[in-house]
Nanobody
Framework: QVQLVESGGGLVQPGGSLRLSCAAS????????MGWYRQAPGKQRELVAF???????NYADSVKGRFTMSRDNAKNTAYLQMNSLKPEDTAVYYC???????????????WGQGTQVTVSS
């Protein structure tokens, strides 16, 4: 199975920045899409950013202008640069990958274990 390794979370003051990374720890045959979700305690999971093939990256309205997602396709890695962080951004951030493990496999969705981001003074 595809395993995702997330890193970059931590504690930051309001207005600060963090960069999250999500890398597929095992090789896969093909990646269709990668993205980021987040979930705060007692809240529903929400989409943060999502990128499919060569299409434009989509962002949640709440993070537009502050967050930037990028991909290194050669490394099957996604990044989330988070600037001007607010307390409302506090959540567990999850990366997701859609891909296949062999030419004959069907596309599946894989999830990372999540990394905690806390924005507090």
């Amino acid at each position: 199975q595809v395993q995702l390794v997330e890193s970059g979370g931590g504690l930051v003051q309001p207005g600060g920045s963090l960069r999250l990374s999500c890398a597929a720890s095992r090789s896969i045959f093909s990646v269709n899409a990668m993205g980021w979700y987040r979930q705060a305690p007692g809240k529903q999971r929400e989409l943060v950013a999502f990128s499919t093939s060569g299409g434009s990256t989509n962002y949640a309205d709440s993070v537009k202008g502050r967050f930037t997602m990028s991909r290194d396709n050669a490394k099957n890695t996604a990044y989330l640069q988070m600037n001007s962080l607010k307390p409302e951004d506090t959540a567990v951030y999850y990366c997701t990958l859609t891909g296949i493990t062999s030419p004959t496999a069907t596309y599946n969705v894989y999830w990372g274990q999540g990394t905690q981001v806390t924005v507090s003074s």
